[in-house]
C-alpha cells in the first residue's frame, strides 16, 4: 500500500481533539506502523488540525488489536474548511482595469463640471430658415446681375443681336452662380476649422484643469 505524503495532504481536514491526539500518542510507538506513518503520527499529536487521509492511513495499519474504533476517535471532531488563496490578476487584466478606471474618472468629472463648462455649440450653415431665406435670395440676386451685365455686355459689343444679347445673360448668368458656390466653399471651409480649433481649446481645458 502506497503510503500518503503529509506535505501534499489534501481533502477533508480535522479539528484536533482529545481522542484524536491520544490515538496518535499510541502510534507513535506501534511497531505495525511503517517508520514513516510513525512520523507522521509524531508531527500531527501536537497539531491543531488533523487531515483525514493520514488519520485513516495511520488507522489502517495500526494494530487491530490496540487501536480504538474509528468512530469514536472522530467523535466530537469538527471539520476545518480553509479558504482558498485570492486569485492573482494578470497584466492584461490589471491594465484594462485601469483604463476602465481612467474612463470612469473621466465621465465622473464631466458630470461634475457640466453645470460649469458652456455647451459645445455647432454652428451648421443655414441652420435656420432665415439663413436659408437670406442665403437664396442673395444668390437669386446676384445671378440676376450676372445676367443684366452679361446681356448688357453682349448687347453693346454685338450691335443689338437678341441671339448673342440673350447668350450674353446666360453666360453671365452661369459665371456669377460659380463666383456665389466658390465664395460659398470658402466661407463653409472657414466656419468648419474654427469650429475645429473651439473644439481642440474645449477638450484640452478640463485635461488642464484636472492636472492642476
Known amino acids: 500500500m502506497d503510503q500518503p505524503d503529509p ?5 477533508l481536514v480535522l479539528s484536533a481533539t482529545e481522542p484524536i491526539r491520544s490515538f496518535l500518542a499510541l502510534a507513535c510507538d506501534d511497531r505495525l ?33 490496540t487501536r480504538p474504533d474509528l468512530l469514536g476517535i472522530f467523535s466530537g471532531s469538527d471539520f476545518v474548511f480553509t479558504s482558498p488563496k485570492p486569485r492573482e490578476k494578470s ?23 457640466k453645470d460649469i463648462t ?12 432665415k439663413d436659408q431665406l437670406g442665403f437664396g435670395l442673395h444668390v437669386g440676386l446676384t445671378m440676376f446681375t450676372g445676367y443684366l451685365v452679361g446681356y448688357a455686355s453682349f448687347r453693346a ?11 450674353g445673360g446666360i453666360l453671365g448668368l452661369v459665371l456669377a452662380m460659380l463666383v456665389e458656390t466658390l465664395l460659398f466653399i470658402i466661407k463653409t471651409s472657414k466656419d468648419d476649422q474654427i ?5 481642440s481649446s474645449s477638450s484640452f481645458t478640463p485635461t488642464t484643469k484636472k492636472n492642476q
Open 33 to 65: 506502523l511503517s517508520e514513516e506513518l510513525r512520523g507522521i503520527a509524531y508531527d500531527l499529536r501536537s497539531s491543531n488540525t488533523v487531515p483525514y487521509k493520514l488519520l485513516r492511513a495511520i488507522w489502517t495499519e495500526s494494530d487491530p488489536s
Open 118 to 129: 458652456p455647451r459645445k455649440q455647432v454652428e451648421e450653415p443655414f441652420s435656420s430658415y
Open 195 to 199: 469650429q475645429s480649433s473651439k473644439s
Open 157 to 167: 459689343l454685338f450691335n443689338r443681336n437678341p441671339a448673342l444679347s440673350a447668350a
Open 7 to 11: 506535505k501534499n495532504a489534501s481533502g
Open 91 to 113: 497584466e492584461e487584466l490589471k491594465l484594462r482595469l485601469i483604463k476602465l478606471r481612467e474612463i470612469a474618472e473621466r465621465k465622473e468629472y464631466a458630470e461634475l463640471v
